[in-house]
């Protein structure tokens, strides 16, 4: 009997291939984009490079008369990880289609780069644009590695770095450059990943043993309560994990952007969910910002669980529409917090309320190396930059000492500060409705992000011998 | 009017803080003894990191009376960003939109006017046609980057470009703080805004017709 060629097993190999083709045709229209820097174009040409191994290795199945009439398994199983790590590819590749320059917040990269640059000294990163209201980190040259090395492929082809971070903003919102402070945030999501001894931060929150049997002791008689004990603890260690993840992240961006993260915070996240609403991934919002305050609280020099009242912060943050802000979010967000209910995201909430000291003390000697935001460091600066917002003009340097660098940090705490109290006045100096005053005051921030950055290599490049 | 020399432009930059009216800002100034030299009377002005072309195949004509005209031409046009240390090419008799990296404001007594470096207008290099800047003006400068050479130029952000002189004005002592410019307080380069001349143009529109605006008899 002869042989018959092809066969669902080549139809699969050849549509395969075929899709891995057009991948290459699209990775070729992107090359072709406009990027700020080069590290867009390396990363393509790494994808490209791994997905010409891929249809290498399809032809060679696609060669195999052993795989292709008579079938097996083992081959059959490749044939499956190689549609798996194209598939892989593909979505790290659609995150490059958002990283044009217009489209991009540019100003944003160099802040984030010096933010971690004590963490780590050969970072790469890509800023890109998602089409959704969010902000998002990943690691996609270790991701692809992992997956790869899962999968049992070896991925020959060497990436342009092995330290690069891809971090997404909402696309939709380019100009809205004081929320951009929870970029923050998403570098913290890559200390805590490339940092391994953070993995033992979930270590410092227990669960009381005691609640989750009054939980289980709630289950209808009948019901064998062994593995509902089981269960409820497999589940409640996994959403602390996940929830310890997220708390840290938000340390992390605390302690390198300060109280600007906080006004950040309050923005941006109550209009993603209820306040009170918990999901497997992400604690409350409520919890989020508790734990927040506490931090300011305690940097502040007040009781951390004590509700400060408008006159307490206005001490600190110069002008009475920032501090009126911070009493008003503070009392709803603590005053108004409802007690912790007999529900497994309770429990862990609770627990980690409790545990937070403990936890922020793990954080901390884990990233020593952060430069830390003290905002009584910088209280002075702060005063300057918000005179200078006041004046109408980017408050990239200091008054005095003149021409002083202004810290990029300082900046975005300034432009909050004016945020949220310089609107009035400078709408009706400029004659202004409200909405032009704001983009006005995002805008200054923005230009002094980029005109301090200027200032700063300026100096740098001037003291390395002109 | 006397113009302003560089001990004098010094003098209103860094020890006028305490007097918001006569407070001059252009920020930043990398560095002070080439860009505010004594013994002249100018500062010098950066390049700044974004250019604004248009595609030439999206536009049919610039109608500057139609109405629409600068969403039109906005939507005709693409801003790239070219970081210190890379470069945007300028070729022979292309036009583009360019900014200083200087953030402005002027005080109520001074006005100023920009113009071309000089070695940069020996290369043929044509950078400002609306040269004036007014008092109270706070913003980045609009380039208008035209290159009137055979051969392309490279320019490089962050490079020393125009120069601003600065003269005082005179005004009435009861005079109004002047109108704020169209452009007030923009940290981007754009378009004109043509548009907003509307009374103008509809004026214009109706010289030609004399059935509904028939001439008076004198």
Known sequence: ?466 | MPVQSGGVIRQRLWESFDQPLRRLVVTPILDPGRQIKEGEASIDLRLGVRFTVSHRGKLGEIDTNNPDFDALFAAALHTYYVPIGSHFVLHPDYFALGETLEYIKMPEDLAGYVVTRSSWGRHGLVIATAVGVHPGYSGVLTLELRNLAEVPLRLYPGRSILQLFLHDVNKLADEQRLRPSTYEAGTRSGPGLLGRDAGEMQAISRFGDWKKHPPRLS
């Not at chain 1, 270590?203 to 064998?224: H, Y």
Request: net charge negative; with cysteine; glycine share 6%.
């Open chain 1, 1 to 466: 009997m002869a042989i018959q060629s092809g066969g669902w097993r080549d139809h699969l190999i050849r549509a395969q291939i075929a899709r891995s083709r057009a991948f290459k045709d699209y990775l070729t229209a992107l090359r072709a984009r406009e990027f700020s820097s080069d590290l867009p174009r390396e990363l393509l040409s790494f994808y490209d490079a791994v997905n010409d191994g891929i249809v290498a290795k399809l032809q060679d199945l696609r060669g195999d008369l052993l795989f292709r009439d008579f079938g097996d398994d083992a081959a059959e199983v490749h044939l499956v990880r190689y549609s798996e790590l194209y598939q892989f590819l593909y979505s790290v590749t659609s995150d490059l289609e958002h990283v044009e320059a217009s489209r991009t917040i540019v100003e944003f990269s160099p802040l984030l780069h010096r933010l971690a640059l004590p963490h780590s000294k050969d970072l790469r990163l890509v800023l890109h644009a998602l089409p959704e209201v969010n902000y998002s980190w990943a690691d996609p040259v270790s991701l692809l590695r992992d997956i790869a090395r899962q999968l049992e492929i070896s991925v020959d082809e060497s990436p342009p770095s092995r330290n690069v971070w891809s971090i997404g903003f909402p696309g939709l919102q380019p100009g809205q450059t004081l929320v951009h402070t929870l970029l923050s945030h998403e570098l913290g999501h890559g200390i805590v990943h490339s940092e391994s001894s953070l993995g033992s931060l979930r270590a410092q929150v227990r669960i009381s043993a005691e609640r989750i049997k009054a939980l289980v002791q709630g289950v209808p008689p009948g019901v064998p309560r062994a593995p509902v004990r089981r269960f409820l603890r497999r589940y409640l260690n996994r959403v602390l994990g996940k929830w310890v993840d997220e708390i840290a992240c938000d340390v992390i961006g605390y302690t390198l952007t300060g109280p600007a993260f906080l006004f950040a915070s309050i923005h941006f996240l109550p209009a993603l969910a209820a306040l009170d609403s918990a999901s497997q991934e992400y604690p409350s919002i409520r919890l989020r910002l508790s734990l927040l305050f506490r931090l300011l609280k305690a940097e502040l020099g007040y009781s951390p669980r004590e509700v400060c009242t408008d006159a307490q912060y206005e001490q600190w943050f110069i002008k009475e529409g920032a501090a009126r802000f911070l009493g008003e979010w503070d009392r709803h967000i603590n005053a108004d917090a409802p007690p912790y209910g007999d529900n497994p995201h309770d429990i862990v909430a609770e627990a980690i309320d409790q545990s937070f000291e403990a936890l922020l003390q793990a954080i901390g000697s884990k990233v020593q190396r952060l430069r830390r935001y003290r905002f009584t460091d910088h209280r002075d600066q702060v005063r300057q930059l918000v005179g200078r917002l006041d004046f109408s003009v980017p408050p990239n340097e200091l008054d005095q000492p003149p021409r002083a660098v202004a810290d990029a940090v300082c900046i975005m705490n300034a432009g909050w500060i004016a945020y949220l109290s310089l609107v009035e006045p400078l709408s009706s100096e400029h004659g202004w409705d409200e909405w032009t005053t704001r983009s006005r005051i995002e805008e200054w921030v923005a230009k002094a992000l980029e005109l301090q950055e200027v200032q700063r290599r300026w100096d740098e490049v001037s003291s390395n011998g002109g």
